[in-house]
């Protein structure tokens, strides 16, 4: 199969690059390489595969690419929460217009196959259940319960303390960020595709994933590498809330092995989203003492608080993924913990710039 594989340079789309060339498969790498995501020098794990330098909303640099394409693994994306409104643009335009642009290339070229890299923050808190009003979605948390120590959500109807359960793929979406506005915006966009020409997409909603080459020391970074930083500095892991808000940690090798079978299995319905995840839920402060333990560090630090948008637990039901893509995580929490804790990290950007062999096809701009 030839595949077109965008953000291909990056900290998941490294990964995928790495299996699709291991399982045989013919492959046209892409990626911007945006300075606030990589260093100053093409990653060593990327150079190998002939990686091409260019934007996702150049759609005469598409057209050149999706020639002989077979599927596209868009994988990329701005991440993080957004740091202020002002970022909306940068993101919007890289997400949505980017999304825009490819899908338009692929009905050019006549690929019908897309597997489109979604998260988790669409549905911004996860599932609750009150004990007296059963399925509920509780409204943001307040400002004064946060600064009172009283973190998890409660009942809309009787103010209740919410019981947190796993949030299948079908619950209501709810972004409580910009990044997550435009990750939902992104499934909407390739939905209207699939209907208008018969295509097929699988929207993979990642869960927190981590491991070897995530970004480190950057407002971009995910907390499995702020905490890391922090031990490899001496310094504590600093814990927010009460440490206690559950995630889905998923190794960054089980994502890529979903992305291998959604490119090789058909989607049941134009657009399929799916929850990829660990199925193994764990705190943020089993998280921040789990790596502390593999590091020898300084024992993890709870500070209470909460960052702008944070949602209290996020926790994902792996069952749809099982059934219908046959994605069973592999990595275990404690021995993909202990594995991170060594693992190569991409180095904090310091600018644009070149570094490694790219190619740059004469006709694209970028």
Known sequence: MRILLTGAAGF???????LLAGHGHEMVALDALLPEAHGAAVPPWSAR??????DVRDAELLDALLTGVDAVCHQAAMVGHGLDPSDAPAYAGHNDLGTAVLLAAMHRA????L???????????????????????PGRRRDADIAAGRYDPTCPACDATLIPGLVPEDAPAEPRSTYAATKLAQEHL?????????????????????????????????VASIFRSALAGGRPPRV????????????????????????????PQPLTPVNVCSGEPRTIGELAEELAAAMAGPTPEVVGGARAADVRHVVAD??????????????GFAEGVAGFATAELREPARGAGGGGPVRTPSRAGG
Not at 242 to 262: M, P
């Open 110 to 113: 006549g690929v019908r196959r």
């Open 318 to 331: 792996p069952s749809r993924a099982a059934a219908l893509l046959g994605y069973r995580a592999q990595v």
């Open 190 to 222: 390739a939905g209207a595709w699939a209907a208008q020409t018969g295509g097929e997409v699988w929207a993979l909603r990642y869960h927190n994933v981590y491991g070897p080459r995530m970004p480190r020391d950057t407002p971009y970074a995910g």
């Open 115 to 137: 597997v489109l890299a979604s998260s988790m923050v669409v549905y911004g808190e996860g599932r609750y259940h009150c004990a007296a009003h059963g399925v509920v979605r």
């Open 49 to 54: 595969h002939g990686l091409v330098r260019g």
């Open 240 to 267: 927010l809330e009460d440490g206690r808000q559950r995630r889905d940690f998923v190794h960054v090798t089980d994502v890529a092995r979903a992305n291998l079978l959604a490119l090789t299995t058909p989607a």
């Open 12 to 18: 998941i789309g490294s990964h995928v690059a790495d």
